[in-house]
């Protein structure tokens, strides 16, 4: 395990940690019974990825226990809008992006594109996330002792280590949901459309906008593949251009993200890739057939 690694690691099991005693006491407080629930899972998902973090013989492991505890704690998220978020910055966040598109916002400039066919495009593109992350994270969950897996979870872990911080430093809950005036919802669209609708209302946590993510960890995803020098990862890349460019263009089509927040996910994966070319290359001289011990 290289440096970065072990500091990433540390820091990311401690904002977790920080993540889930928040949300937890927020959700013990409020009335959801699902939302309580989660706190014993987030509980054990966390204790055995600091368990993880401490053992040596568990290393090959720790990557994927750190995306397990992430997704189970980001839950919590919406205990710790409910109960500990005195202001948003929605209005920050809505004046910041006037400025850079000329008056009106990047999602305000999209109200003039609605179509129903558009919206059911954009919100396909946007559901294909969650098979833009779990499918590397899966096969490099496989692959675990190789040193690409390693540096991918190295960079996906400094992606959610950034924008989770973000999330707490800048609460925030999308156009949409703090504008609804301005920003009627759902959008005009068909089946897909409405799916994606009522997952984004039974799943939204009120303060997961700033990063994008959803920009940020695609663009790192394809950029890892990119970058790489590994048989058919530039097939793999190429095939997630094609959704790359439909869910950016939904995060701001269906007003659930800010142009900034664009901006912030863009640069953080940027800022994250150019990280992991330093980490594999430190890899492949260490380790010439890409196996770890």
Known sequence: MSRMESRIGWCFTALLFVAFAL???GAWHGED?????????????????????????????????QFAACWLIFLLFKGIAQFWIGAF??????????????????????????TPWLSEVVSLGYLAFYFVVLLPVIWFSWR??????HVFFLGLSAMYLVGYTGYLLVPASGPF????????????????SAL??????EGITGMDVFPSLHVGITLYVLGFFALGTVRGYRIVAALLMLIFVPLTIATIYLRYHYGVDLIAGTALACCVLVMVRRERRLYSNRFSNGDLP
């Open 23 to 25: 949300g937890a006491s």
């Open 196 to 201: 994606l609708a009522s997952i984004v209302t």
């Open 144 to 149: 675990r002792k190789t040193s690409e897996a």
């Open 89 to 114: 910055r929605d209005g920050v966040l809505l004046a910041a992006d006037r400025a850079l598109w000329g008056g009106l916002s990047l999602p305000e400039h999209a109200l003039a594109l609605e």
């Open 33 to 65: 019974a699902l939302l309580k629930a989660n706190i014993p899972v987030g509980g054990i998902a966390w204790l055995w990825l600091f368990y993880a973090q401490r053992k040596a013989s568990w290393m090959h492991w720790r990557g994927t226990l």
């Open 177 to 192: 949901a703090a504008f609804p005036d301005i920003f009627p919802y759902p959008v005009r669209g068909g089946a897909i």
